[in-house]
Protein backbone atom coordinates (compact mmCIF):
# COMPACT_ATOMS: atom_id res chain seq x y z
CA UNK A 1 0.00 0.00 0.00
CA UNK A 2 1.44 3.53 -1.26
CA UNK A 3 0.39 6.34 1.50
CA UNK A 4 1.09 10.12 -0.49
CA UNK A 5 2.26 12.97 2.19
CA UNK A 6 1.37 16.19 1.11
CA UNK A 7 3.20 18.84 2.97
CA UNK A 8 0.65 20.94 5.25
CA UNK A 9 2.06 23.93 6.98
CA UNK A 10 4.53 23.30 9.61
CA UNK A 11 3.25 19.69 10.82
CA UNK A 12 5.32 16.59 11.02
CA UNK A 13 5.21 13.78 8.87
CA UNK A 14 2.92 11.99 11.02
CA UNK A 15 -0.04 15.03 11.22
CA UNK A 16 0.35 15.43 7.36
CA UNK A 17 -0.21 11.38 7.06
CA UNK A 18 -3.29 12.09 9.57
CA UNK A 19 -4.34 15.12 7.38
CA UNK A 20 -4.23 17.84 10.40
CA UNK A 21 -4.14 21.59 8.86
CA UNK A 22 -2.57 24.07 11.02
CA UNK A 23 -4.35 26.95 10.51
CA UNK A 24 -2.76 29.46 13.07
CA UNK A 25 0.29 29.17 15.85
CA UNK A 26 1.30 32.17 17.36
CA UNK A 27 1.73 33.93 20.85
CA UNK A 28 0.80 30.76 22.47
CA UNK A 29 -2.28 30.01 21.03
CA UNK A 30 -3.17 27.24 17.62
CA UNK A 31 -5.92 26.47 15.72
CA UNK A 32 -6.03 23.31 13.69
CA UNK A 33 -7.69 21.28 11.51
CA UNK A 34 -9.23 17.67 10.73
CA UNK A 35 -11.35 16.65 8.15
CA UNK A 36 -13.08 13.09 8.68
CA UNK A 37 -11.82 10.31 6.48
CA UNK A 38 -12.24 6.19 6.59
CA UNK A 39 -8.80 5.90 7.54
CA UNK A 40 -9.20 7.70 10.71
CA UNK A 41 -12.36 5.47 11.44
CA UNK A 42 -12.36 2.55 14.64
CA UNK A 43 -14.33 -0.53 14.05
CA UNK A 44 -17.45 1.26 15.12
CA UNK A 45 -16.65 3.80 12.40
CA UNK A 46 -16.42 6.68 14.35
CA UNK A 47 -13.15 9.34 14.63
CA UNK A 48 -10.27 6.95 16.44
CA UNK A 49 -9.64 8.29 19.75
CA UNK A 50 -6.34 8.17 18.80
CA UNK A 51 -6.88 10.40 15.85
CA UNK A 52 -8.27 12.83 18.41
CA UNK A 53 -5.66 12.85 20.44
CA UNK A 54 -3.26 13.08 17.89
CA UNK A 55 -5.11 16.34 16.47
CA UNK A 56 -5.28 17.80 20.42
CA UNK A 57 -1.62 17.00 21.29
CA UNK A 58 -0.51 18.62 17.87
CA UNK A 59 -2.12 21.74 18.73
CA UNK A 60 -0.97 21.68 22.18
CA UNK A 61 2.55 21.23 20.32
CA UNK A 62 2.24 24.27 18.03
CA UNK A 63 1.16 26.62 20.79
CA UNK A 64 3.78 25.63 22.62
CA UNK A 65 6.12 26.22 20.13
CA UNK A 66 4.65 29.25 18.99
CA UNK A 67 6.28 30.90 22.13
CA UNK A 68 9.52 29.97 21.00
CA UNK A 69 9.02 31.39 16.85
CA UNK A 70 7.48 28.10 16.15
CA UNK A 71 11.00 26.00 16.75
CA UNK A 72 10.28 22.61 19.01
CA UNK A 73 11.51 23.71 22.92
CA UNK A 74 8.99 21.56 24.31
CA UNK A 75 7.48 17.95 24.72
CA UNK A 76 4.43 16.07 26.37
CA UNK A 77 4.81 14.91 29.34
CA UNK A 78 0.93 14.08 30.36
CA UNK A 79 -2.69 14.41 28.89
CA UNK A 80 -5.76 14.05 29.95
CA UNK A 81 -8.55 13.97 27.65
CA UNK A 82 -12.27 13.71 28.04
CA UNK A 83 -13.84 12.38 24.97
CA UNK A 84 -17.97 14.06 24.54
CA UNK A 85 -19.19 13.04 21.89
CA UNK A 86 -18.63 10.70 19.02
CA UNK A 87 -17.46 11.95 15.36
CA UNK A 88 -18.70 10.36 12.04
CA UNK A 89 -18.48 12.34 9.44
CA UNK A 90 -17.49 16.48 8.93
CA UNK A 91 -15.09 18.74 10.02
CA UNK A 92 -13.20 18.91 13.18
CA UNK A 93 -11.11 22.17 15.07
CA UNK A 94 -9.36 22.19 17.48
CA UNK A 95 -8.03 25.63 19.53
CA UNK A 96 -5.40 25.06 22.19
CA UNK A 97 -3.65 27.45 24.43
CA UNK A 98 -0.70 28.04 27.07
CA UNK A 99 -1.94 28.30 30.37
CA UNK A 100 1.01 28.76 32.22
CA UNK A 101 4.53 28.99 30.53
CA UNK A 102 7.43 28.32 33.31
CA UNK A 103 11.18 27.70 32.58
CA UNK A 104 10.40 23.95 33.11
CA UNK A 105 7.16 23.09 32.51
CA UNK A 106 4.19 24.33 30.50
CA UNK A 107 0.53 23.79 31.20
CA UNK A 108 -1.88 23.56 28.23
CA UNK A 109 -5.75 23.44 27.26
CA UNK A 110 -7.56 22.24 24.54
CA UNK A 111 -10.84 22.16 23.11
CA UNK A 112 -12.03 20.24 20.09
CA UNK A 113 -15.77 21.22 18.07
CA UNK A 114 -17.68 20.26 15.37
CA UNK A 115 -19.44 23.39 14.27
CA UNK A 116 -20.86 24.53 17.52
CA UNK A 117 -20.70 20.99 19.25
CA UNK A 118 -17.91 20.14 22.02
CA UNK A 119 -16.24 17.22 21.13
CA UNK A 120 -13.24 16.76 23.39
CA UNK A 121 -11.37 18.88 26.23
CA UNK A 122 -7.70 18.00 27.40
CA UNK A 123 -5.25 19.61 29.79
CA UNK A 124 -1.55 18.73 29.56
CA UNK A 125 1.56 19.11 31.00
CA UNK A 126 4.85 19.83 28.77
CA UNK A 127 8.21 20.18 29.27
CA UNK A 128 10.71 22.57 28.06
CA UNK A 129 13.55 21.49 26.83
Not at 46 to 61: N, P, Q, V
Not at 82 to 111: F, K, M, S
Request: aromatic share 4%; charged share 20%.
Amino acid sequence: MSIQVEAVGNSSAFGRLLGLEIHKAENGEAVLGLTMHDGLRNLHGKLHGGALFSLIDTAMGQASHSLNDGLPNSVTLECKVNYIRPVTDGELTCRAWVVHAGRRTQVLEAEVHQGEKLVAKAQSTFACL
